[in-house]
């Protein structure tokens, strides 16, 4: 099955997912914006993340933007499920062996598949509860405020990203966007913040990426 079939697979199987999750929330803080979809998202237990070696913050208030990064690792043309899940554990293994984080920094991975997974541990459950969200490590001086969505590959040095990642970030931007209350105009990039590559060709495309999100948002 090549990646576009996977995608609109998934899209499909989200849009459907989305649906029924609505009718089982509580409160009405989906009401009025059809185009918003729960995409499906591979916690930390199902694609096998050790435990944090330490202790996961969780801050008791809604993050205020997302910051968009990518992982620098290589542009993988295997857009498999699988791939996500070993590339969810090389970027914790890094972030834990190399950095010395208690977890891996970003909250949540888009793989260039378009298969998304939580990063840092408990970023699912508190992206559901739309309250609060866990301290990550991904954006100096900005990570008490943001969400930090990585993207893999690496997209500084020429390489755009495959048509299904885009698609799966602005679905995932969107839901997060929307269980946080969050705008789309807040949605940036690392290098906004720091002295960095990061997010490459990524931050060229925010604008559309705002405008994306902001149309699913309505
Ligand atoms: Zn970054």
Same mark, same amino acid.
């Given at each position: 099955m090549n990646g576009e079939k996977?995608?609109?697979?998934?899209?499909?199987?989200?849009?459907?997912?989305?649906?029924?999750?609505?009718?089982? *929330?509580?409160?009405?803080?989906r009401a009025g914006t059809a185009d918003v979809?729960?995409?499906?998202?591979?916690?930390?237990? +199902?694609?096998?993340?050790?435990?944090?070696?330490?202790?996961?913050?969780? *801050?008791?208030?809604?993050?205020?933007?997302i910051i968009v990064h990518h992982t620098a690792s290589a542009n993988s043309s295997d857009f498999s499920r699988a791939q996500a899940h070993s590339h969810a554990r090389w970027v914790q293994n890094l972030h834990m062996d190399k950095n010395?984080?208690?977890? +891996?920094?970003?909250?949540f991975l888009?793989?260039?598949?378009?298969?998304? +997974?939580?990063?840092?541990h408990d970023s699912l459950r508190t992206l559901y509860g739309g309250s609060e969200f866990v301290l990550g490590a991904h954006t100096a001086g900005r990570?008490?405020?943001?969400?930090?969505?990585?993207?893999?590959?690496?997209?500084?040095?020429?390489?755009?990203?495959?048509?299904?990642?885009w698609d799966v970030l602005v679905v995932l931007c969107?839901?997060?966007?929307?269980?946080?209350g969050i705008p789309a105009s807040r949605i940036h990039g690392h290098k906004d913040y720091s002295a960095t590559l990061c997010p490459g060709v990524y931050h060229?495309?925010?604008?559309? *990426?705002?405008?994306?999100?902001?149309?699913?948002?309505?």
């Open positions: 996977s995608l609109r697979r998934r899209l499909l199987l989200a849009g459907t997912a989305g649906l029924v999750a609505a009718g089982a *929330l509580q409160g009405t803080a979809v729960e995409p499906d998202i591979d916690s930390t237990r +199902t694609w096998g993340a050790r435990p944090p070696q330490g202790g996961i913050s969780v *801050l008791r208030y809604r993050p205020s933007s010395g984080w208690v977890d +891996t920094g970003y909250h888009v793989s260039r598949g378009g298969w998304i +997974t939580e990063g840092r990570n008490d405020q943001a969400i930090g969505i990585a993207s893999e590959g690496s997209y500084h040095a020429g390489a755009l990203p495959p048509q299904a990642q969107a839901f997060v966007c929307e269980r946080y060229d495309m925010l604008p559309q *990426l705002r405008g994306e999100v902001a149309a699913r948002l309505g």
